[in-house]
Structure formats: structure tokens, C-alpha cells
């Protein structure tokens, strides 16, 4: 059973383009995390959806970024129109239920030039 | 909604000496407690988690932490480390049922021959 992938591991943008991060979950977790982890901080809950549904994304900033998790495929967090501040690790984590242990990717490393 | 306070962001300390990482956690409800390791460039492994039952809780690579309730203490102890205990340490807590982290700032912990 594979763990969670997230990729890319690394990502570089320039100001004003689009960052496109992806996040398979465990395979029967049904329950998607992101999480931010700003330089010298620790993480930051940002969003938790559920297949086709956002359950609570009071952690998103609230312009820019959204996010998804679409029937099929990866989980997508997408930034639009990126600035210097979004530089950041990203994680993913996923559980099989919502009162379960979340088990977390190796993150993408998102870097603004 | 919780909060963590891990109280030393770095800690150097020689190989085969006992280490001490210090968190406490601010709630309103009950709460889980965990501790997670970061290697370099890596993502976060779960090293231990406290739920219920026995405040000593035992981890993975010779880990252990103790829940202190009146305290609000969940500190994490290795009696004897290796050059690869080097890593950073995050201690986060969830309310009860509670599928969000707040996690603490983190502890580096370097260790030296």
C-alpha cells in the first residue's frame, strides 16, 4: 500500500503564474488534508475535503488558492497568481475516516522567484 | 480550538546523551496528542500519539512522551540518542474527534559525536 504522493516535490514559479499541486491519497482514504508550512514555522491547517466536497476550508487564504478533490484523480490545490509570500512546503495528509489517524505525504516545496 | 507551545526551537546535544523536547498545549476540550518527525527534505512521520489510556506512551525509534493533563504537558523524552535522531520535531494536538492539527512551531534537534 503506497503512501501518499504528493508531486511535484518541487515546484518554482514566477510572480503571477499558476502553482498547481497534487496529492494522491492513501489507497480507501477517502479524507484529504492541506496543510502549509511557512519558513521557520510549524504547519498550518489550510483546507479538508472529502471526495466532490469541502468540508472546512477556514484555513485558506481568501483569495488565490482553492482546492479540490474531484471523484477521480488527485486532490488539487491550486494558487493563482503567485507572489514571493506563497513560498512554502505544502502537505498533504489523508485518512480513511474523519476521526482516524491522517497519515501525511512527503510535501511539495513551492518556491516564488 | 487548541494551541501548542513547544518551548526550545533548537537543541544541540551529543550522541548517546538523553534528550528532552519540551510542549504544551492550550484547550477547552479533551484532546489527542502527537509527535511528529521531520528528516530533511522529507515529510513528517509519526513517531507517537497519545489518545486515551496510559499517559507513558511509547513510540517508534526508542521514543517515548508523557501526558501530563495538569500540566498540559505532552514533552518527548529519548534516553539516548543517535546522529540520526537529527531532525526536526513538531508536537501537534486535535480536539477530541477533532480532524484539524495545530501543530507547534517545532524543535531541531541536532545531535553531534
Known amino acids: 500500500n503506497a503512501g501518499v504522493m504528493q508531486n511535484p516535490r518541487h515546484l518554482v514559479r514566477r510572480r503571477g503564474q499558476e502553482a498547481r499541486l497534487r496529492c494522491s491519497p492513501m489507497?480507501?482514504?477517502?479524507?484529504v488534508y492541506w496543510y502549509r508550512q511557512l519558513p521557520e514555522e510549524g504547519l498550518k491547517f489550510m483546507v479538508y475535503l472529502q471526495k466532490e466536497n469541502i468540508i472546512d476550508e477556514s484555513g485558506m487564504p481568501k483569495e488565490r488558492f482553492s482546492a479540490e478533490f474531484p471523484k477521480e484523480g488527485p486532490s488539487i490545490l491550486r494558487i493563482q497568481q503567485v507572489v514571493r509570500g506563497d513560498s512554502a512546503a505544502y502537505f498533504c495528509?489523508?485518512?480513511?475516516?474523519?476521526?482516524?489517524?491522517?497519515?501525511f505525504g512527503q510535501g511539495t516545496r513551492l518556491t516564488v522567484v | 480550538a487548541q494551541s501548542v507551545t513547544q518551548l526550545d526551537s533548537q537543541v544541540p546535544v551529543f550522541e548517546e546523551a538523553p534528550v528532552e523536547l519540551r510542549c504544551n498545549y492550550s484547550s477547552s476540550v479533551s484532546v489527542y496528542l502527537f509527535w511528529y518527525v521531520q528528516y530533511p527534505n522529507q515529510g513528517l512521520q509519526l513517531l507517537l500519539k497519545y489518545l486515551s489510556g496510559s499517559t507513558l506512551v511509547k513510540g517508534i525509534n526508542g521514543f517515548e512522551a508523557e501526558f501530563n493533563k495538569s500540566q498540559t504537558s505532552f514533552h518527548l523524552r529519548k534516553p539516548s540518542v543517535h546522529i540520526s535522531d537529527t531532525a526536526e520535531y513538531f508536537c501537534?494536538?486535535?480536539?477530541?474527534?477533532?480532524?484539524?492539527?495545530?501543530f507547534g512551531a517545532g524543535t531541531t534537534v541536532t545531535v553531534r559525536a
Open positions: 489507497k480507501g482514504h477517502s479524507h
Open positions: 495528509a489523508s485518512s480513511p475516516r474523519e476521526d482516524t489517524e491522517a497519515f
Open positions: 501537534a494536538v486535535s480536539g477530541n474527534n477533532d480532524y484539524k492539527l495545530s
